[in-house]
C-alpha cells in the first residue's frame, strides 16, 4: 500500500483571476517578452471584482515564440530549476522567468507563466509552465486528423514526468498543459490532492478548438468539482499554427463564467468559493467515492 498522504490546503478565499490572451507574438524573442511584460502590467492596473488587483494572471502555452516544431529547439531556455531544491527565479539563466519573476514582484500579483521551450539538465526540450511551481506537459500533442490537423510534438519534445500544484493564500492551484486536460487523470489528480482551481496554459486549434475546448474544461470542472481555465494565445492566421483563442473560466457547476473571442484580450473573472462550496455540498460525489470498486489514481504519484 502506498503511504501518500495529503498535505492540507490554504483556506479557499474569494479572489481576482486574470487570464492574457496574447496576441502579436512574432520571431524576436525579446519583442515576445516586452509585450507580454506590457500585457501583465496593462492586466494588473485593470483590476476586477470591486477594482481590485487581480491575485493570479495566466499567461498561453509557448508565450515567447511562435508555436511549432521549428521554433521550439531554437527558443528553448534553460531554468534552472531542480526539483526539491529552493529555485531562485530572480537569477534563473531564462530571460523569460526573469521577466516573470521581476513583473510579479513589481504588482504582487502571483503570475502563472503559460508555458515555454524549456531545455532540460539531459538537454531534451519539454513544454514547461514555470515560475513558483514547475509543470512540465505529461502528454504531449500528437495527432492526426487527415487534412485537418496532424501535429506531432514528440518529434522535438519530451513529455514531462509530474504533475504540480502550487499554494497561495487564498487557494490550491493545480497546473496542467493544453493536451494534459484530454487525461482525465492529470486534473483529478489535482483535485484529489485539494486544488480548488485548475488553469491549464493551452493552444487548441481551428480543428480540436469547435470540437473540445469547452466541453472538455466544462467536464474537468465538473467531474472534479472545481473551477477550470485555459488560456489560450490569440489567434494569428498569419502563423502556422492557427490557435483557438476563445480563453474561458469554468466554475464548478459547469457553467462558463467568461470566455473571450479570438483576439488579444483580457479576462477578469471573480471566483467566489461559495459556488465550490454549495457544488460538493448539493452534489456530494466528492465523498461518495467507491475506492473498495477502484483505485484512487492521485495514490499513484508523489
Ligand atoms: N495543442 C495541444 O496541446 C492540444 C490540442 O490542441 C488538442 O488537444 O486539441
Redesign the pocket.
Known amino acids: 500500500m502506498s503511504s501518500f498522504t495529503y498535505t492540507t490546503p490554504p483556506p479557499f478565499k474569494p479572489f481576482d483571476l486574470t487570464l492574457i490572451q496574447l496576441g502579436g507574438v512574432g520571431s524576436d524573442k525579446a519583442a515576445n517578452l516586452q509585450h507580454a511584460r506590457d500585457m501583465i502590467l496593462k492586466a494588473a492596473h485593470k483590476g476586477g471584482q470591486d477594482d481590485s488587483r487581480p491575485k493570479i494572471i495566466v499567461l498561453p502555452e509557448i508565450f515567447n515564440s511562435p508555436y511549432g516544431h521549428a521554433y521550439f529547439p531554437i527558443y528553448a531556455e534553460t531554468i534552472g530549476y531542480i526539483a526539491d531544491k529552493p529555485y531562485d527565479t530572480n537569477n534563473s539563466p531564462s530571460d523569460s522567468v526573469r521577466m516573470l519573476s521581476s513583473v510579479a514582484k513589481e504588482i504582487g500579483t502571483w503570475i502563472v507563466g503559460g508555458s515555454i521551450a524549456e531545455r532540460g539538465d539531459d538537454g531534451k526540450i519539454y513544454n514547461t509552465c514555470e515560475l513558483v511551481a514547475m509543470h512540465r506537459k505529461v502528454h504531449l ?1 500528437d ?1 492526426d486528423i487527415p487534412g485537418k490537423m496532424t ?1 506531432k510534438e514528440s518529434e522535438t519534445l519530451t513529455g514531462g514526468s509530474s504533475i504540480a500544484f502550487f499554494d497561495t493564500e487564498f487557494a490550491r492551484i493545480g497546473l496542467g498543459i ?2 494534459d486536460v ?1 487525461f482525465p487523470e492529470v486534473a483529478m489528480i489535482n483535485a484529489r490532492k485539494g486544488c480548488h482551481v485548475l488553469i491549464y496554459p ?4 481551428l480543428t ?1 478548438g469547435p470540437l ?1 475546448w469547452k466541453l472538455l474544461q466544462q467536464a474537468r470542472a465538473v467531474d472534479n468539482q472545481v473551477f477550470f481555465s485555459m488560456c489560450s494565445p490569440a489567434r494569428d492566421t498569419t502563423a502556422s499554427y492557427h490557435a483557438w483563442g476563445h480563453s474561458m473560466v469554468v466554475d464548478p457547476l459547469g457553467t462558463v463564467l467568461a470566455e473571450a473571442e479570438h483576439e488579444e484580450s483580457i479576462l477578469h473573472v471573480y471566483i467566489n468559493p461559495k459556488v465550490f462550496d454549495d457544488a460538493r455540498a448539493g452534489i456530494p460525489v466528492t465523498t461518495q467515492r467507491r475506492f473498495d470498486v477502484y483505485l484512487d489514481v492521485s495514490k499513484k504519484t508523489s
Not at 202 to 205: C, G, I, M, S, V
Open positions: 500533442f495527432i501535429f493544453c493536451y484530454r493551452a493552444a487548441f486549434n480540436t473540445h
